[in-house]
Protein backbone atom coordinates (compact mmCIF):
# COMPACT_ATOMS: atom_id res chain seq x y z
CA UNK A 1 0.00 0.00 0.00
CA UNK A 2 1.19 3.48 -0.45
CA UNK A 3 2.15 5.83 1.77
CA UNK A 4 -0.03 9.02 3.19
CA UNK A 5 1.02 12.34 4.25
CA UNK A 6 -1.14 14.42 6.80
CA UNK A 7 -0.72 17.15 8.80
CA UNK A 8 -0.35 16.72 12.65
CA UNK A 9 -2.92 18.47 13.91
CA UNK A 10 -5.68 21.60 12.49
CA UNK A 11 -8.20 23.57 14.45
CA UNK A 12 -11.57 24.57 13.33
CA UNK A 13 -14.31 26.73 14.63
CA UNK A 14 -17.44 24.66 15.14
CA UNK A 15 -19.96 25.27 12.71
CA UNK A 16 -17.30 25.82 10.06
CA UNK A 17 -16.12 23.89 7.32
CA UNK A 18 -13.60 21.53 8.33
CA UNK A 19 -10.71 20.53 5.23
CA UNK A 20 -8.32 17.70 6.12
CA UNK A 21 -5.80 17.73 3.26
CA UNK A 22 -3.94 14.29 2.07
CA UNK A 23 -1.22 13.50 -0.02
CA UNK A 24 -0.38 10.69 -1.48
CA UNK A 25 2.00 10.95 -4.08
CA UNK A 26 2.33 7.12 -5.19
CA UNK A 27 -0.73 6.29 -5.76
CA UNK A 28 -1.15 3.32 -7.91
CA UNK A 29 -4.09 2.85 -10.39
CA UNK A 30 -5.98 0.25 -8.92
CA UNK A 31 -5.41 1.81 -4.91
CA UNK A 32 -8.55 3.40 -3.46
CA UNK A 33 -8.73 6.56 -1.01
CA UNK A 34 -10.13 5.44 2.72
CA UNK A 35 -10.53 7.88 5.30
CA UNK A 36 -11.46 6.71 8.82
CA UNK A 37 -11.87 8.39 12.52
CA UNK A 38 -10.77 7.10 15.71
CA UNK A 39 -12.83 9.05 18.81
CA UNK A 40 -10.88 9.29 21.68
CA UNK A 41 -11.01 5.32 23.50
CA UNK A 42 -13.11 4.14 20.70
CA UNK A 43 -12.72 2.03 17.56
CA UNK A 44 -11.40 3.76 14.61
CA UNK A 45 -14.50 4.70 12.44
CA UNK A 46 -15.19 4.43 8.64
CA UNK A 47 -16.17 7.79 6.74
CA UNK A 48 -15.90 7.72 3.12
CA UNK A 49 -13.77 6.25 0.39
CA UNK A 50 -13.13 7.16 -3.41
CA UNK A 51 -11.03 5.98 -6.45
CA UNK A 52 -11.07 8.64 -8.79
CA UNK A 53 -14.38 10.49 -8.26
CA UNK A 54 -15.59 13.03 -5.95
CA UNK A 55 -17.65 11.17 -3.24
CA UNK A 56 -19.84 12.38 -0.50
CA UNK A 57 -22.34 10.82 1.96
CA UNK A 58 -24.26 11.83 5.36
CA UNK A 59 -20.72 12.18 7.25
CA UNK A 60 -18.66 13.85 4.41
CA UNK A 61 -17.02 14.66 1.08
CA UNK A 62 -13.66 13.42 -0.31
CA UNK A 63 -12.47 15.33 -3.38
CA UNK A 64 -10.02 13.65 -5.21
CA UNK A 65 -7.53 15.77 -7.51
CA UNK A 66 -7.20 14.56 -11.13
CA UNK A 67 -3.77 13.24 -10.63
CA UNK A 68 -5.14 11.26 -7.40
CA UNK A 69 -1.43 12.12 -6.05
CA UNK A 70 -3.67 14.12 -3.46
CA UNK A 71 -7.27 14.32 -1.68
CA UNK A 72 -9.22 16.32 0.77
CA UNK A 73 -12.15 15.53 2.98
CA UNK A 74 -14.21 17.84 3.95
CA UNK A 75 -16.57 18.04 6.99
CA UNK A 76 -19.00 20.71 5.85
CA UNK A 77 -20.61 21.24 9.34
CA UNK A 78 -18.12 20.56 12.12
CA UNK A 79 -19.52 19.96 15.58
CA UNK A 80 -17.70 19.07 19.01
CA UNK A 81 -18.35 15.57 18.48
CA UNK A 82 -16.38 15.69 15.47
CA UNK A 83 -13.38 16.55 17.35
CA UNK A 84 -11.09 12.64 16.78
CA UNK A 85 -7.71 11.66 14.60
CA UNK A 86 -8.31 11.71 11.46
CA UNK A 87 -7.04 8.71 8.73
CA UNK A 88 -6.28 8.80 5.32
CA UNK A 89 -5.37 5.28 3.83
CA UNK A 90 -4.50 3.91 0.55
CA UNK A 91 -5.47 0.23 -0.27
CA UNK A 92 -6.39 -2.15 -3.01
CA UNK A 93 -8.35 -3.71 -0.57
CA UNK A 94 -10.44 -2.41 1.72
CA UNK A 95 -8.37 -3.66 4.53
CA UNK A 96 -7.96 -7.59 3.36
CA UNK A 97 -5.50 -9.88 3.13
CA UNK A 98 -2.69 -6.95 3.60
CA UNK A 99 -4.43 -4.79 6.71
CA UNK A 100 -5.06 -1.41 6.02
CA UNK A 101 -1.59 0.60 7.43
CA UNK A 102 -2.93 3.63 9.75
CA UNK A 103 -0.79 6.50 9.94
CA UNK A 104 -0.40 8.94 12.99
CA UNK A 105 -3.06 10.98 11.33
CA UNK A 106 -4.19 14.25 11.87
CA UNK A 107 -5.88 15.01 14.96
CA UNK A 108 -8.38 17.54 14.30
CA UNK A 109 -9.38 20.15 17.51
CA UNK A 110 -13.37 21.36 16.36
CA UNK A 111 -13.14 24.66 18.87
CA UNK A 112 -16.32 26.16 20.77
CA UNK B 1 -27.67 -3.97 14.81
CA UNK B 2 -24.47 -4.72 17.24
CA UNK B 3 -21.70 -4.67 14.79
CA UNK B 4 -18.66 -5.89 16.24
CA UNK B 5 -18.55 -6.77 19.78
CA UNK B 6 -15.65 -7.16 22.37
CA UNK B 7 -15.36 -8.53 25.23
CA UNK B 8 -13.74 -7.60 27.87
CA UNK B 9 -13.75 -4.22 27.90
CA UNK B 10 -10.72 -4.42 30.43
CA UNK B 11 -8.30 -6.71 31.61
CA UNK B 12 -5.29 -6.74 33.78
CA UNK B 13 -3.21 -10.26 33.33
CA UNK B 14 0.13 -10.99 34.85
CA UNK B 15 3.30 -11.89 33.41
CA UNK B 16 3.32 -15.71 31.87
CA UNK B 17 -0.58 -15.55 32.20
CA UNK B 18 -3.22 -16.84 29.17
CA UNK B 19 -6.61 -15.34 28.66
CA UNK B 20 -8.41 -14.95 25.51
CA UNK B 21 -9.78 -11.57 23.58
CA UNK B 22 -13.38 -12.20 22.39
CA UNK B 23 -14.56 -10.53 19.45
CA UNK B 24 -18.25 -11.51 17.34
CA UNK B 25 -19.78 -9.71 14.53
CA UNK B 26 -23.80 -10.08 13.30
CA UNK B 27 -23.14 -8.71 9.86
CA UNK B 28 -22.13 -12.03 8.24
CA UNK B 29 -18.62 -10.51 7.55
CA UNK B 30 -16.24 -13.41 5.84
CA UNK B 31 -13.04 -10.99 6.79
CA UNK B 32 -11.75 -10.31 10.35
CA UNK B 33 -9.00 -9.47 11.65
CA UNK B 34 -7.40 -7.78 14.54
CA UNK B 35 -5.00 -5.31 15.09
CA UNK B 36 -2.58 -3.53 18.43
CA UNK B 37 -2.25 0.20 18.60
CA UNK B 38 0.12 0.99 20.88
CA UNK B 39 0.54 4.77 22.46
CA UNK B 40 1.76 7.22 19.92
CA UNK B 41 1.49 4.85 16.45
CA UNK B 42 -0.73 2.94 14.53
CA UNK B 43 -2.92 0.46 14.30
CA UNK B 44 -0.57 -2.54 13.48
CA UNK B 45 -2.48 -6.10 11.85
CA UNK B 46 -1.86 -9.21 14.05
CA UNK B 47 -3.71 -11.94 12.24
CA UNK B 48 -6.69 -12.04 10.13
CA UNK B 49 -9.27 -14.75 8.76
CA UNK B 50 -11.19 -14.90 5.26
CA UNK B 51 -13.78 -17.11 6.35
CA UNK B 52 -14.15 -19.88 8.49
CA UNK B 53 -11.16 -22.66 8.68
CA UNK B 54 -8.81 -19.98 7.27
CA UNK B 55 -6.35 -18.10 9.37
CA UNK B 56 -3.37 -16.13 8.04
CA UNK B 57 -0.37 -13.61 10.13
CA UNK B 58 -0.47 -9.84 10.05
CA UNK B 59 2.69 -7.76 10.98
CA UNK B 60 2.64 -8.66 14.55
CA UNK B 61 2.14 -12.36 15.29
CA UNK B 62 4.03 -13.41 17.94
CA UNK B 63 2.96 -14.36 20.99
CA UNK B 64 -0.44 -15.07 19.76
CA UNK B 65 -2.58 -17.43 18.29
CA UNK B 66 -6.27 -17.51 16.48
CA UNK B 67 -9.05 -19.64 14.94
CA UNK B 68 -12.31 -19.52 13.23
CA UNK B 69 -14.78 -21.64 13.61
CA UNK B 70 -17.34 -19.84 12.91
CA UNK B 71 -18.33 -16.90 10.26
CA UNK B 72 -19.26 -14.92 13.08
CA UNK B 73 -16.08 -15.18 16.11
CA UNK B 74 -12.53 -14.35 15.79
CA UNK B 75 -11.51 -15.11 19.55
CA UNK B 76 -7.25 -13.74 20.07
CA UNK B 77 -5.52 -16.07 22.23
CA UNK B 78 -2.01 -14.48 24.16
CA UNK B 79 -0.62 -17.73 24.63
CA UNK B 80 1.98 -16.26 27.99
CA UNK B 81 1.34 -12.63 28.63
CA UNK B 82 4.41 -10.23 28.50
CA UNK B 83 4.05 -6.50 29.23
CA UNK B 84 5.10 -5.91 25.83
CA UNK B 85 1.34 -7.12 25.10
CA UNK B 86 -0.17 -4.16 26.93
CA UNK B 87 -2.07 -2.73 24.65
CA UNK B 88 -5.52 -1.31 23.30
CA UNK B 89 -6.65 -4.69 21.40
CA UNK B 90 -8.97 -3.84 18.10
CA UNK B 91 -11.48 -6.92 15.81
CA UNK B 92 -12.64 -5.64 13.07
CA UNK B 93 -14.49 -7.47 10.02
CA UNK B 94 -15.67 -6.66 6.78
CA UNK B 95 -17.38 -8.58 3.16
CA UNK B 96 -14.22 -10.59 1.34
CA UNK B 97 -12.75 -9.74 -1.05
CA UNK B 98 -13.39 -5.71 -0.28
CA UNK B 99 -12.14 -4.86 -4.19
CA UNK B 100 -11.62 -1.57 -2.63
CA UNK B 101 -15.28 -1.16 -1.48
CA UNK B 102 -15.89 -3.10 1.76
CA UNK B 103 -14.26 -1.00 4.54
CA UNK B 104 -13.77 -2.38 7.98
CA UNK B 105 -15.91 -2.26 10.97
CA UNK B 106 -14.40 -2.05 14.22
CA UNK B 107 -15.27 -2.99 17.74
CA UNK B 108 -14.41 -0.51 20.22
CA UNK B 109 -11.12 -2.42 22.03
CA UNK B 110 -9.93 -3.94 24.69
CA UNK B 111 -7.65 -2.62 26.49
CA UNK B 112 -5.29 -5.03 27.82
CA UNK B 113 -2.38 -4.29 30.82
CA UNK B 114 0.33 -7.27 31.20
CA UNK B 115 2.38 -6.42 34.61
Known amino acids: DAKTTQPPSMDCAEGRAANLPCNHS???????VYWYRQIHSQGPQYIIHGLKNNETNEMASLIITEDRKSSTLILPHATLRDTAVYYCIVSTSGGGADGLTFGKGTHLIIQP | NAGVTQTPKFQVLKTGQSMTLQCAQD?????MSWYRQDPGMGLRLIHYSVGAGITDQGEVPNGYNVSRSTTEDFPLRLLSAAPSQTSVYFCASSYFPGAGISPLHFGNGTRLTVT
Open chain 1, 26 to 32: TISGNEY
Open chain 2, 27 to 31: MNHEY
